[in-house]
């Protein structure tokens, strides 16, 4: 039955999702029903992809990377694929209309990481466009459902909270970034000469697209909208944690907010929704 072997890849995209990210699997967990498949295939695309670029340093990254984008469109145009993970996304990809526009800026973004690692301005916009904004867009289809006039209103506050989290991820990870893969996001940063005027522009930077955010989550779908808002607060808190942290502690080790933190954030969160308070 085929659609057991769709189950099977759903299955697998769900658990690429939970074990690669505490805080999106249980915003995703609390989605209405019918929403969790196609986000968990949207995650378990784009982590594959990152995954390429940033830990397969033993193996061809160019030549996987090259395969990956071959893969993923033939599996669109088949509408099958024996790859779990691609079969899981052209599923999600036909229901929902996602662009290939959107597709092809994240897959350039990720070809980017092997080209470059330093970012100017117009090149770091760019990135963070295709590795973040547009993995906000293609949420923002499923949770749309057709709704082109309700994705056009959202488009802007999904793009925001998408640049939001990438760029707290940098900040989070900017010790590994560099030490690991010898990059550096931020344009005119000098890791070695970080200093506390660098991080508060970044900081800045960063609380302008959350308040941009916002204002599209409260206005999203109800089956979706506390997903998203948990989400939220859990980078938000994240980025709270960073801001209190001398740029030094930043560049020296990975910020984390702790599971039982998450799980407080989780209850209070509930709370608010159920009262209508988001």
């Known amino acids: 039955m085929i659609d057991l072997f769709h189950k099977v890849c759903d299955e697998c995209s769900k658990i690429v999702t939970t074990n690669y990210s505490t805080s999106f699997s249980l915003g995703i967990r609390v989605f209405d029903k019918r929403f969790r498949s196609p986000i968990y295939a949207i995650y378990g695309y784009v982590r594959f992809a990152d995954e390429i670029v940033d830990t397969f340093h033993n193996f061809p990254k160019e030549d996987l990377l090259r ?58 916009e760019e990135y963070i466009y295709g590795s973040a904004e547009v993995v906000g867009l293609m949420c923002l289809r499923v949770f749309c459902e057709g709704d082109d006039t309700q994705y056009q209103e959202l488009k802007s506050s999904a793009q925001s909270l998408g640049a939001a989290f990438q760029k707290i991820n940098f900040l989070r990870d900017i010790k590994s970034d560099f030490d690991e893969r010898g990059r550096v996001y931020f344009p005119g940063v000098d890791f070695r000469d970080f200093t506390e005027a660098d991080k508060e522009l970044i900081e800045a930077d960063i609380k302008k697209d959350f308040d941009a955010a916002y204002e599209g989550i409260v206005r999203l779908p109800k089956g979706a909208r506390f997903g998203v808002y948990l989400a939220y607060m859990f980078y938000l808190s994240l ?16 910020i984390r907010v702790p599971n039982r933190k ?11 929704n159920s009262l209508n308070l988001l």
Not at 262 to 272: G, T
């Open 67 to 124: 395969e990956f984008r071959e893969a993923t469109y033939q599996a669109i145009d088949r509408k099958i694929s024996l790859n779990p993970i691609l079969n899981s996304f052209q599923q999600t990809v036909h229901k929902y209309n996602i662009e290939s526009g959107l597709i092809d800026a994240f897959l350039d973004s990720m070809e980017m990481d092997l080209h470059h690692d330093r970012y100017r301005k117009e090149l770091y």
């Open 262 to 272: 998450k799980f407080y954030l989780l209850s209070v969160s509930a709370l608010r």
């Open 239 to 254: 980025f709270h944690k960073i801001k209190s942290t001398a740029a030094s502690k930043v560049i020296n080790e990975r």
